[in-house]
């Protein structure tokens, strides 16, 4: 690392104010010293420059230190914020602020999404398939999770299975969640995870999911390690540029057995859509649950 040259510190150094020399050699001495020396009451004290300038050398690396040790720290996250950012800009720029996603998609209309092995949360070989792009930060998603997902699953348990996939494309916070959100998956608790954070959606940060890692009881140090090498990162990148690629700008958006939905609809409308695939079903019986090709 290179390091920096001490400060020119010239232009600081106070001017000392030395009383007049008398005749008396004590007194000589005294004004010769570097201590503090008093010519009135109105005096300052003097010190000395090179002393001066080892205290405020002293300072100002101490000061560099705890930026740099902040800076370390808030910046964790960000060793690719250029490129995050510019995948970020990419889905803002067609997104609005309806909860609805702007996009070339057709709402309806039936599309190939792969679940990708992403967490999952119903049965299994549940023959209709939900497929949701989702951002932790997102309010609309929060509302689906808070309001529409749980119905769904208890109404039509074992007829329906919900796969996330993440699209963090609102803050550098969403980036983080998505990540933590994975980590947590490789202990078998992204859904408590998931809840937790949707519920909380205003403390999307290192220290808050760590504190979640301690409530479900999961090996911290293994969540940590996890969440501070970006394990997920590249994966994450994929989820994005896979949504991109679809025509998805905005979340939530989501896909029901293929069909497009977009927006946090409300419960009535998601079951319209489950009702009219398990019908097909019924007319044409299969084995099992339709696959998105990749």
């Known amino acids: 690392m290179e390091t920096l040259p001490p400060p020119n510190l010239d232009h600081l150094a106070h001017a000392t104010l030395i009383p007049p020399e008398t005749s008396s050699a004590e007194n000589k001495a005294k004004a ?3 201590t503090a020396a008093y010519a009135d009451p ?3 004290i003097v010190v000395s420059r090179t002393t001066f300038n080892y205290v405020v050398i002293a300072i100002v690396f101490f000061a560099l230190g705890s930026v740099l040790s902040g800076l370390a720290v808030s910046g964790l996250f960000n060793a ?36 990708d ?10 023959p209709v398939t939900i497929i949701e792009f989702s951002d932790f930060h997102c309010a609309f998603c929060g509302r689906f999770a808070a309001e529409t997902l749980d119905p769904l699953l208890k109404n039509y348990d074992g007829k329906v299975r919900l796969v996330y996939r993440d699209y963090p494309f609102q803050t550098d916070g969403s980036w983080v969640a998505a990540m933590a959100g994975e980590c947590m998956n490789d202990q078998n608790k992204f859904w408590e995870f998931h809840d937790l954070t949707f519920k909380n959606q205003q403390a999307l940060t290192r220290e808050q999911f760590i504190t979640y890692a301690q409530q479900l009881k999961i090996d911290v140090a293994t969540f940590t390690t996890c969440l501070d090498s970006q394990k997920y990162l590249d994966k994450i990148k994929k989820e994005v540029v896979d949504a991109q690629n679809l025509g998805v ?21 998601f079951a319209s859509y489950i009702d009219a695939e398990l019908g097909k079903l019924a007319e044409s019986p299969i084995t099992s649950p339709p696959v998105a090709s990749s």
């Open 42 to 44: 109105n005096a300052v």
């Open 32 to 34: 010769d010293s570097s």
């Open 249 to 269: 700008n905005a979340t939530p958006a989501f896909f029901v057995n293929g069909r497009f939905i977009s927006g946090a609809q409300p419960y009535n409308f």
């Open 117 to 126: 092995n992403n967490p999952m949360r119903g049965a299994k070989d549940a």
């Open 80 to 115: 690719n914020s250029i490129e995050n950012q510019a995948l970020i800009d990419k889905a803002i720029a067609g997104s609005s602020g309806t909860g609805q996603a702007v996009t070339g998609l057709v709402q309806g209309n039936v599309y190939d999404v792969s679940a």
